[in-house]
């Protein structure tokens, strides 16, 4: 009965320690760093660096295009500015465009200082450092200032609506918005794990991240212009989740919109490009 005993809390001891060491893992993404630059497309560009609220100094590119209106693109989780399924790709866009570009890694992400990320918490100090960053070293770029983001820079776009006055308007591609429910989908995306694991995963995960609010709880907030996209074949976020943070933003927000397409989780720009880009340009030539 002893060894029986024994061998039952060897077992519970090691799932615990496998817990820790995912939720360790989730919470310290590896870092994406690419090689290409602005460059490519003929455009000269400044290697930036500056620093947060909470200390920590972050990396990225400043791309003056000759515009009072900058464009602030925000990768996702474990991707950086050098993402080439989404980020590039806007990148080149918005440049294209006639808007000036600044873009950089978010904390714990490509070349940017920071342990673990907060999926979306802290990441608006990392935005409101970068137009902080703007402001006094090009205040003639900073006249508009717009965001585009990304899974949890859609997170982050959504939170910066409402915490930053700065921010005009915001696109927010494939967003959580229930954070359990994204983590849980989350394992199985990310790591190939099962769904159930995410309850013994999660308390872990505040230790080393803290706890993020859901986005559902900003739809009586956000009261300027949002332009909503998600895909119906989206692995990680609900179509029903997103519409049902419209339908709420909406009875507030006269400039909020919603479209939803047929691709998986930030994939519209890739399957729909034209579409993508005759949409949210039009969003921004009227916003922006």
């Given at each position: ?89 806007t990148t080149e866009f918005l440049l294209k ?59 982050v776009t959504i939170r910066s609506l409402v ?126």
């Amino acid at each position: 009965m002893g060894s029986l005993l024994g061998a039952l809390v060897f077992l519970l001891l090691l799932f615990i320690l496998f817990a820790v060491f995912v939720a360790y893992k989730m919470a310290k993404p590896p870092r994406f760093i690419g090689d290409w630059t602005p460059e490519e497309w003929g455009f000269d560009y400044e290697e930036m660096t500056f620093e947060t609220s909470d200390g920590l100094k972050l990396s990225g590119w400043w791309i003056p295009n000759g515009s009072g209106k900058t464009v602030i693109p925000l990768h996702g989780y474990t991707r950086s500015r050098w993402d080439d399924v989404y980020m590039k790709q806007t990148t080149e866009f918005l440049l294209k465009e006639g808007y000036n570009v600044l873009t950089f890694d978010f904390r714990a992400h490509g070349r940017s200082e920071g342990k673990y990320t907060s999926v979306g918490r802290d990441e608006v100090k990392d935005v409101e450092a970068a137009i902080r960053w703007l402001k006094k070293n090009h205040p003639e770029a900073a006249e508009s200032i717009a965001l585009i983001g990304f899974s949890m820079g859609a997170i982050v776009t959504i939170r910066s609506l409402v915490e930053l006055e700065e921010v005009c308007c915001g696109v927010a591609d494939s967003p959580p918005i229930y954070l359990d429910r994204t983590g849980a989908r989350s394992l199985k995306y990310f790591a190939n794990l099962p769904e159930w694991l995410y309850p013994f995963v999660k308390p872990f995960g505040k230790l080393f991240s803290g706890e993020t609010k859901d986005t559902i709880e900003l739809a009586d907030k956000v009261r300027k212009p949002l332009l909503l996209i998600v895909g119906e074949t989206d692995p990680l976020i609900e179509v029903d989740e997103v519409r049902e943070f419209y339908e709420r933003n909406r009875k507030v927000n006269p400039d909020v919109e919603l479209w939803v397409t047929d691709s998986p989780h930030v994939r519209t720009l890739k399957f729909h490009p034209e579409e993508w880009k005759a949409r949210v340009g039009d969003f921004l030539r009227r916003h922006l």
